[in-house]
Nanobody, 129 residues
Framework: QVQLIESGGGLVQAGGSLRLSCAGSGRSFSKDAMGWFRQTPGKDREFVARISARGDNTAYEDSVRGRFTISRDNAKDTVYLQMNNLKPEDTAVYYC??????????????????????WGQGTQVTVSS
């Protein structure tokens, strides 16, 4: 069974840090651009960050740029999201996903959730004020 499994969520105070991990199983995701999205109740899933298969091209949503860092370790088939200086508005369920396009190792992925075909189950991040 092909899966993406997120971990690392939790409760943290404003200004704190968390590192989310997303591990692939069932097949390798090392050749896929990967993304992190987040969702709060009643809202659409929102793009957070994306990274190329090679790990050298990244992009971020404006509100997290400078605070969040996406990275990957293809030897471990794992993608990370380091989140620093967390704010209450970062509270959400965070999902990782694999981009469906096979456009080479430097393609940094899409900001649109419809372009992703494998999703994890999500991990809750709660930031208290």
């Amino acid at each position: 069974q092909v899966q993406l499994i997120e971990s690392g969520g939790g409760l943290v105070q404003a200004g704190g840090s968390l590192r989310l991990s997303c591990a692939g199983s069932g097949r390798s995701f090392s050749k896929d651009a990967m993304g992190w999205f987040r969702q709060t109740p009643g809202k659409d899933r929102e793009f957070v960050a994306r990274i190329s298969a090679r790990g050298d091209n990244t992009a971020y949503e404006d509100s997290v740029r400078g605070r969040f860092t996406i990275s990957r370790d293809n030897a471990k088939d794992t993608v990370y999201l380091q989140m620093n200086n967390l704010k209450p508005e970062d509270t959400a369920v965070y999902y990782c996903a694999a981009d469906r396009h096979t456009w080479g190792p430097t393609y940094s992925g899409s900001p649109y959730s419809v372009d992703y075909d494998y999703w994890g189950q999500g991990t809750q991040v709660t930031v208290s004020s």
